[in-house]
């Protein structure tokens, strides 16, 4: 019995030295990852691929229902017409107003995404400025993994409403702070453009991408298989921006600017072209997805597979736009305002030219026109909204991009309502030249961001005081009371460091406006 017994004791020893040893492999290796982590320009890397991942999810899983709500609400739209049946209460004007009823109910359904996002928006961007931006993107996609493990198992059209809705108050959070992320890690411009251009090829990927994959395992897998997929997805870039963000351990903020209110924003000149341009260039977008497959239908007489495949071809010339404007804005940063009127032009003459196609093939080339114009204001407007806020405001970047979030969900929201209306009323030849005339006029507006480029930061009254002294008793007071404010802010002024102060750390109301050179 001894030796059985010494044996098993020898064994267990070695058992728990094997564990202790791995234990301490796995130890070494977590430290090893967190002093690679350490290093900025790897940790921008990665921070990058968690964003585009999260902007990636949030598209697919609003385009990815295109092709299974639809066949699905009509599936317990007639079992509940059999139900009716079996109650022997139905007749023809019931089975008509049932119609009428559930081409709202899909409209409603796909517009009840934006129509929320857009409501969240002004209230997240705040919420980003005070908190930081990892908080807020690690709520989002939690609130995202939540309403598509929902979307997964909904059995009714409440259910599905309820997981759409909060799919937009996730994506006013993730897509938000993700996006002013980057702005705020990238801080040279040539940098900022690229890993903005990467980010808008991933959202145009995840839109054009969903809605064949939904399609494809929707129908051969079942209903609940693609939903799960992308929660599982959701669920491993949460872990990911957990481990490396850090977002419950990070204190940064407490020596971080305060950012300017939103509202502000929204009436400052330059940020309202933008956000006006970024409207008008999506509303193409938004009001073809919910027309173009009926009128393909009724014209061309387009098979399933066909419309299914409709905006596919565009994601090519959607990331080679992305592609071109980096490598321009790179050579001629002082033209992004150009590369944006460019895109504009594109989209209307894309616009106008849709109702003349006659043919699948045909319909291609307005499409793909489309698309690159996008990219190209897309990619030229998004980084003017950081660089304006680096010298007209507080460098914090959570509300301005809730502007430009706002812009997005504006188009997305009216297309699935009016674009119908539209269509119905006027028709679709009318629909697409008003979209496209609407771009071609909208283009020389943005020459008033012509001189952008030549703004440098304004100078504070602080430094102004600084510079020219006080003169009068007044200027002294206040002065002094701008330093008690500002304390606490930032603890890295020294006796040469005044401008570095001035420039991260002014208040929103010393920062009314910028000089031009």
């Known amino acids: 019995m001894e030796p059985e017994t010494n044996t098993e004791a020898a064994a267990a020893t070695n058992l728990a030295q094997t564990a202790a040893s ?17 290093d900025p320009e790897r940790q921008k890397r990665v921070i990058l691929v968690i964003v585009c991942v999260a902007l990636l999810l949030d598209n697919m899983l609003y385009m990815v229902i295109v092709p299974i709500i639809p066949d699905y609400l009509e599936e317990l739209q007639k079992q509940a017409e059999r139900g009716v049946v079996r109650s022997n209460f139905t007749n023809g004007t019931v089975h008509k107003v049932a119609k009428e009823n559930f081409d709202v109910q899909i409209g409603v359904l796909f517009a009840s995404k934006a129509v929320v996002q857009l409501l969240v928006n002004p209230l997240s961007g705040t919420f980003i400025d005070r908190v930081g931006y990892d908080i ?24 599905l409403f309820i997981a759409r809705s909060m799919q937009g108050l996730g994506s006013a959070f993730a897509d938000t702070s993700g996006i002013a992320l980057i702005a705020d890690r990238y801080t040279e411009e040539a940098a900022r453009s690229k890993a903005l251009g990467i980010a808008l090829a991933f959202i145009s990927f ?26 599982a997805m959701c669920l491993g870039d949460g872990v990911m921006c957990l481990a490396v963000l850090k977002p419950f351990s990070n204190r940064e903020r407490e020596n971080m ?15 309202a072209v933008v956000a006006g341009a970024l409207i008008v260039c999506n509303i193409p977008l938004a009001f073809l997805e919910p027309t173009i497959a ?49 895109g504009m032009v594109f989209i209307g003459a894309s616009s106008c030219t849709i ?36 010298v007209r405001h507080v460098s914090v970047y959570g509300s301005v991009y809730a502007i430009a979030d706002i812009s997005y969900c504006v188009a997305y929201a009216m297309g699935p309502i009016v674009a119908g209306k539209i269509v119905h009323d006027l028709g679709f030849i009318q629909l697409n030249l008003g979209m496209g005339l609407a771009n071609l006029l909208y283009a020389p507006a943005l020459l008033l961001l012509k001189n952008v480029s ?4 304004s100078h504070s009254e602080r430094n102004m005081l600084l510079e020219d002294g006080t003169t009068g008793l007044y200027d002294t007071i206040k002065m ?3 330093e008690k404010k500002k304390k606490g802010l930032c603890t890295t002024i020294d006796e040469n460091g005044i401008e570095t102060f001035a420039q991260r750390s002014y208040s929103e109301e010393e920062s009314s406006g910028g000089e031009y050179a």
């Open 22 to 38: 791995k234990l301490s492999q796995m130890s070494e290796r977590t430290k090893q990852l967190g002093t690679v982590m350490q």
């Open 136 to 159: 807020p993107l690690f709520i989002g996609l939690n609130i995202m993994f939540l309403s598509t493990v929902i979307f997964a198992f909904a059995e009714n059209y409440a259910t």
């Open 206 to 231: 995840g839109s054009l991408v969903a809605p064949p994959f939904g399609g494809l395992l929707y129908e051969f897998a079942g209903k609940h298989v693609p939903f799960i997929v992308l929660a």
């Open 257 to 271: 600017p305060v950012g300017t209110p939103i509202y502000k924003l929204m009436v400052d000149p330059y940020i």
């Open 294 to 342: 009926n009128w393909m239908e009724d014209t061309m007489h387009s098979e399933q597979w066909q419309v299914g495949l409709t905006w596919f071809p565009a994601f090519f010339p959607h990331v080679l736009g992305v592609f071109l404007t980096v490598k321009l804005a790179a050579k001629y940063p002082h033209l992004q305002w150009f590369y944006g009127a460019i």
């Open 355 to 390: 109702p003349a196609c006659k043919t699948f093939g045909q319909l291609m080339i307005p499409l793909c026109g489309i698309c690159f114009g996008i990219a190209f204001v897309d990619t030229a407007l998004l980084p003017t909204l950081a660089f304006l806020v680096d």
């Open 454 to 457: 030549k703004m440098k930061p």
């Open 480 to 482: 002094e009371h701008r």
